[in-house]
């Protein structure tokens, strides 16, 4: 069973302030999707990376695949509120995406 | 209205009942899922599906059925619910799991009694 680590599982912090979620796993994956839940909804995918050591940005969000394809990161910058929720790492392979436990992100005004 | 929606989005059963938690999609999706959704366990897949008549297993199968006779529906049933089946129950689809976006219904949030 191919296992994706998530941390930090809770993360509260200032608007303004930056952060880092990272996800690792001992695995190797064709990608790494990052999504983000807000309650009572479905995950809704932000970004898809596919090659190592892949960076993509996404306005203050910016994603990066590790060079051997087991690892992942998300930073963000200058969080807002509007940022809150939980963010979910999945890797894909094998026609099935495993997810990790999710990073509930606070943002406080 | 284009999309992947879910039914029922509540549902109380009580244990030792069959229930069974309906998926559509407009898509055309080959590829379609369920996952359940627990705290501390974030979303576990329970089966998948490449196409229509083709199923396998996920990380968490026991206790569910699945099929898939058309493309767009891909229902879930729970044969004898049990308490431990409590959770929220989301269907995915996606043309390409590993390359493209999944796409999630809002989920169906099961309580067994």
Redesign the interface.
């Known amino acids: 069973?191919q296992l994706l680590e998530q941390s930090p599982q809770f993360l509260s912090i200032q608007e303004g302030e930056n952060l880092t979620v990272y996800c690792n796993s001992s695995s190797v994956f064709?990608?790494l999707?990052w999504y983000r839940q807000e309650p009572?909804?479905?995950?809704?995918?932000l970004v898809?990376v596919?090659t190592g050591g892949e960076v993509k940005k996404l306005k203050r969000l910016t994603f990066q695949f590790g060079d051997a394809r087991k690892d992942s990161s998300l930073h963000i910058t200058a969080a807002q509120p509007g940022d809150t929720g939980l963010y979910?790492c999945?890797g894909?392979?094998n026609?099935?995406?495993?997810?990790?436990?999710?990073t509930l992100l606070t943002v406080n005004p | 209205d284009a999309g992947i929606t879910q039914s029922p989005r509540y549902k109380i059963t009580e244990t030792g009942r069959q229930v069974t938690l309906m998926c559509h999609q407009t898509w055309s999706h080959s590829?379609m899922?369920w996952?359940r959704q627990d705290l501390?366990?974030?979303?576990?897949?329970i089966y998948?599906s490449?196409a229509a008549d083709i199923t396998d297993k996920?990380?968490v199968p026991d206790g569910y059925v699945v099929s898939r006779s058309k493309t767009e529906n891909f229902p879930l049933t729970l044969e004898s619910a049990t308490r431990s089946q409590t959770s929220v129950y989301?269907c995915?689809s996606?043309e390409s799991?590993?390359?493209?976006?999944?796409f999630?219904?809002?989920?169906t949030r099961l309580t067994v009694v």
């Open positions: 069973t064709s990608s999707q009572g909804e479905g995950p809704v995918l898809t596919v979910l999945a894909g392979s026609y099935k995406l495993t997810f990790g436990k999710g | 590829y899922f996952y501390g366990h974030g979303l576990r897949l998948y490449a996920g990380e989301f995915a996606s799991p590993v390359h493209t976006e999944a999630f219904g809002q989920g």
